[in-house]
């Protein structure tokens, strides 16, 4: 098994006990501009929200913005396709915004000097289901990885700069039960 997929299904095993049977449940693999795996985000919706798992690997040591897109759709180079962050509510950007971030906005992802990093993050602005807040609406959604750290104010983007990393969301079946 390669390593990448070895570290999806450690994911996915290690979830098992906290999410409920049934629960929504949606992945994206992350690739870099070259197509090479870089990672993925996990996420499972619970009471809670929609709790966020991300992992990554070769990405450049730092902070970077990490957000949900509007467009499940991630052409290289600039994966500019994945449209702006996910905002159906037409808020301003930022989690520090006074009126209410953009439903994709998410905390800054911290990678070390070993090149790997993870975030994980809960939000109730957003559903796996139906509604109006679904990332699964016509055109889907995207996590997108930035060069830069997200300063969670300035609009449209936290000034986070161009997109290093892409993954499209799918849905993913949650287990039956929670046994593991």
Same mark, same amino acid.
């Given at each position: 098994?390669?390593?990448l997929?070895? $570290?999806? *299904? &450690?994911?996915?095993?290690t &979830?098992? *006990? ?7 449940q949606a #992945?994206?693999?992350l ?6 795996? @870089? ?10 929200? =929609?709790?966020i798992?991300?992992? =990554?690997?070769? %990405?450049? *040591?730092?902070?970077?913005? %990490?957000? %949900?897109h ?9 994966? #500019?396709?994945?449209? &702006? ?6 808020k301003?950007?930022? !989690?520090?915004?006074? @009126?209410?971030?953009? *439903?994709?906005?998410?905390p800054?992802?911290? @990678?070390?000097?070993?090149? #790997?990093?993870?975030?994980?993050? @809960?939000?109730? !602005? =957003? #559903? ?6 679904? $990332?699964?609406?016509? +055109?889907?959604?995207?996590?997108? %990885?930035?060069?830069?750290?997200? +300063?969670?104010m ?6 986070? &700069?161009?997109r290093i990393?892409?993954?499209v969301?799918t849905?993913? =079946?949650?287990?039956?039960s929670?046994?593991?």
């Amino acid at each position: 098994m390669k390593p990448l997929s070895l $570290l999806v *299904a &450690g994911l996915m095993l290690t &979830g098992c *006990a906290t999410m409920p049977a049934g629960s929504p449940q949606a #992945t994206a693999e992350l690739k870099n501009a070259r197509g090479e795996a @870089v990672g993925t985000a996990s996420l499972w919706e619970d009471a809670n929200g =929609v709790r966020i798992a991300a992992r =990554v690997q070769g %990405i450049p *040591a730092g902070r970077h913005g %990490i957000h %949900i897109h509007a467009v499940g759709k991630c052409d290289p180079p600039d994966f #500019t396709t994945a449209g &702006g962050h996910y905002n159906p509510e037409g808020k301003k950007h930022g !989690l520090k915004s006074l @009126v209410g971030s953009h *439903a994709g906005d998410l905390p800054n992802l911290d @990678v070390g000097t070993d090149r #790997t990093g993870r975030l994980e993050y @809960v939000t109730k !602005l =957003v #559903t796996l289901g139906p509604g109006p807040t679904s $990332l699964f609406d016509a +055109d889907g959604s995207a996590v997108v %990885i930035h060069a830069n750290p997200d +300063d969670e104010m300035t609009d449209p983007t936290g000034n986070s &700069g161009g997109r290093i990393a892409c993954g499209v969301l799918t849905r993913a =079946v949650a287990p039956r039960s929670s046994s593991y």
